[in-house]
Each structure stands twice: as structure tokens, then as C-alpha cells.
């Protein structure tokens, strides 16, 4: 089955401590990009990958690192995580001339931040 | 980012029609996204548009116009399963994406 896995789903976590929450899609996709979601906000682009080493600033990238080692991850890492962190994260993942067809979102990580 | 704006909430009656209006601020345009996303669930997508003028897919059809930055997206024959947020993206040359803060529909019975 295509899909987009995220991992955890849910996470309470305190200050400054470090966390990385994975992100997998099995479609083969060249595009892969992490969005946060806040009520009233909307979602909001953090970082997005074109490709396997190609990584850009979303609108949102501060506080926030990401690394495409390989072509099906693209880990969200939170080196020193605060409480205006807290947050719906979603992950996605399209082929690159599919930006066409949209993108196939993994379920969301709630991550609460203490 | 880009500026989008789309109204809050819209409240329409099972079986009547409701249109969703987006207007954008883009430097570049790359693409006009509308996605579908239930209360607690992921985002998915619904349509796209690049070119002015009308897509139609099944009871859902979107509207472009890129002279006026102006979208929408058309709900026909509402169903109880239509009520959701639905959120307007654009894409830039750069291949960001940027979205509205969305639209929650609510339909009635």
C-alpha cells in the first residue's frame, strides 16, 4: 500500500531536549516537505526536499533541521525544542513533476513541548 | 510567504451547492492546490489548477483566474461527509507551497 509513515504520533516532551520525529514514504517520491499546523494558521511549509542532498527553507524553517539521506526519509529534527514548538507536524511526500497531482500526507505527529 | 486568503467558515444545506473563494499574493505561480481535510485527519488533495479557467472532477470543480490571483472550488449536491476544512495552496517557482488557513464547511441536514 502507498504511504506516508510518520513516527511517533504522538510526543510530550520538555525543553531543550532533542527529538527527531521520522518520516517514510514508500512511492518511490522525489519531493518530500515537513508542515506544521496551528489552529487559525493554517499549514505552514518548514522544509521541503527536491531531491536525495537538496534540502530549502520553507516559510517556517527556525528552530528546525532536516536531512535527506536517502530518497524514501526525510527526518524533522528539533535540536532544542520550546514550547512555541508544540504543534501538529505532517509530513508529505509527491513526485517531483507531480506537484501536479498533490502530495500524499502522513497521519501528523501532535507533539506538545513543556 | 505567499499571501492567500480564504473565509473562515460557511454553513450550507445537504444537497445545495457552496463555493469557496481563495485570492492569493504570489511572486511566481507554479500551481493552485485545493485540498480536503476531516476534522483530526491528514490533508487530501482534491484539485489543481495552473491554467485560468474551470477543472471538474465528479461533484468538485475549481476556478482560476490568474490575472485577478482569484480561485475557487465549487461543492455540488452537498453531503453530510462534505463538512471538513478546505484549504487553498499556492506553489511558487521555487517549489514552496503555501497555504490558506482554510475553510471549515459545516453541512445541515
Known amino acids: 500500500e502507498a504511504q506516508v509513515t510518520q513516527n511517533p504520533r504522538y510526543l510530550i516532551t520538555v525543553t531543550g531536549k532533542k527529538l527527531t520525529v521520522t518520516c517514510s514514504q514508500n512511492m518511490n517520491h522525489e519531493y518530500m516537505s515537513w508542515y506544521r499546523q496551528d489552529p487559525g494558521l493554517g499549514l505552514r511549509q518548514i522544509y521541503y526536499s527536491m531531491n536525495v542532498e537538496v534540502t530549502d527553507k520553507g516559510d517556517v524553517p527556525e528552530g528546525y533541521k532536516v536531512s535527506r539521506k536517502e530518497k524514501r526519509n526525510f527526518p524533522l529534527i528539533l535540536e532544542s525544542p520550546s514550547p512555541n514548538q508544540t504543534s501538529l507536524y505532517f509530513c508529505?511526500?509527491?513526485?517531483?513533476?507531480?506537484?501536479?497531482?498533490?502530495?500524499?500526507f502522513g497521519p501528523g505527529t501532535r507533539l506538545t513541548v513543556t | 510567504g505567499q499571501n492567500i486568503d480564504q473565509p473562515t467558515e460557511m454553513t450550507a444545506t445537504e444537497g445545495a451547492i457552496v463555493q469557496i473563494n481563495c485570492t492569493y499574493q504570489?511572486?511566481?505561480?507554479?500551481?493552485l492546490f485545493w485540498y480536503q481535510q476531516h476534522a483530526g485527519e491528514a490533508p487530501t488533495f482534491l484539485s489543481y489548477?495552473?491554467?485560468?479557467g474551470l477543472e471538474e472532477k465528479g461533484r468538485f470543480s475549481s476556478f482560476l483566474s490568474r490575472s485577478k490571483g482569484y480561485s475557487y472550488l465549487l461543492l455540488k449536491e452537498l453531503q453530510m461527509k462534505d463538512s471538513a476544512s478546505y484549504l487553498c495552496?499556492?506553489?511558487?517557482?521555487?517549489?514552496?507551497?503555501?497555504f490558506g488557513a482554510g475553510t471549515t464547511v459545516t453541512v445541515r441536514a
Open positions: 508529505a511526500s509527491s513526485p517531483r513533476e507531480g506537484l501536479l497531482i498533490g502530495q500524499y
Open positions: 495552496a499556492v506553489s511558487a517557482n521555487d517549489y514552496k507551497l503555501s
Open positions: 489548477n495552473v491554467l485560468d
Open positions: 504570489t511572486s511566481g505561480f507554479n500551481g
